[in-house]
């Protein structure tokens, strides 16, 4: 008996017409939809007409069977959620113009929590590759290459073992640029908010920075915390009723945002008393009060080509994996420094 777009939409629990835009038009739906839809089709191994199929191809690319490409969130991403959830954005844009939808996921604080759903996410027929947002440990990118082996690490380098391709932003050249900045403006005494820990990729790429600068200071301090805006406002507060005396902050948007949140409510002014620049470039930076002098990182960039590499790994096998692409940042001056 031949399978129908009737039978997928019945089990779905869907219309006729949401299958049909899943298949041609997949970035239209919403994600727990073609999640279902989906799974449908590969558990009735239902395949759409050469029509549909057509609809869908970008030049002839796509198999038959490819239908997604799973998106997986680090657990430490939800600390820079204004930041990938851009990157997200243009990777699901680029994903559609192949006809492709993306379904994402996050890594949860242990293995033993989050493995079991991303095996049934990895369970969907027509994943084509995954696109891994920021850092993964070489055991887990092994574990996830036994069910897609066309994997790209997002905003990460690669740890050493790993068999695949990176698209990164240039974290050390933009903190370079950051410190080179604040040193220009007369910062001797200069606090870097980095983190969430000292083996965490970006809180490496800022703490070299610093170091090959240091010179440019009398002294400089390292906090490892949180990457959030409320690690940032308590941080500052914590250290400066204290008796803290640094003229210069450096850290990501988020931390920034506590920091001069805590600095208003302190009396100390930015950038008269104290400088701050951040890294990022989230929406909100250029609307606070000082704006947020920063370092921008093509976000929609990273993500379409996190998805070009992937696509190009599908097409070519493994001539192209261990390719790695780097962003470059730029500073973007603005009030706070």
Known sequence: M??????????????????SRVICSPDSVAENTRFRVMKAIKELGYVPSSSARAM????????????????????????????????????EKEAAGYGLSVLQSHWQES????????????????????VLAGQFSLEEIKAIQKFTPNIVL??????????ISS??????????????HLSDRGVKRLLLLTG???????????????????GGFDKYEVIYTDMTSNSGYEVIR???????????????????????????????????????????????????VPSLTTVSIDKAQ????????????????????????VIKARLIIRESA
């Open 238 to 288: 914590g250290i400066f009723e204290k008796g803290a005396n640094f003229d210069g902050v450096f850290c990501n948007d988020e931390l920034a945002i506590g920091a001069i949140r805590a600095f208003s409510e302190l009396k100390i002014k930015v950038p008269e008393q104290v400088k701050v620049v951040g890294f990022d470039d989230i929406t909100h930076s250029a609307f606070l």
């Open 154 to 163: 997002l905003d990460s380098p690669v740890p050493d073992g790993a068999s």
């Open 111 to 130: 293995f033993e929590k989050t493995w079991p759903r991303l095996k049934s996410l990895f369970a969907v027929s027509g994943i084509c590759g995954t």
């Open 56 to 91: 869908r191809s970008k030049d002839g690319l796509l198999a038959n069977e490819s239908l997604c490409i799973a998106l997986i969130f680090s657990a430490d991403t939800q600390m820079a959620d204004g930041f990938f959830s851009a990157v997200a954005k243009a990777a």
């Open 2 to 19: 031949k399978i129908s777009i009737l039978d997928v939409a019945k089990l779905a629990r869907v219309s006729r017409m949401t299958v």
């Open 196 to 214: 969430p820990n000292e083996d965490h990729y970006f809180a490496r790429a800022t703490v070299a920075g610093i170091k090959s600068l240091s």
């Open 167 to 180: 698209v990164e932003s240039d974290n050390f050249q933009g903190s370079l640029e950051a410190i080179r």
């Open 302 to 325: 990273l993500g379409r080509e996190a998805v070009k590499t992937l696509i190009e790994i599908v097409k070519n096998g493994e001539d192209l994996r261990n390719v790695k692409k």
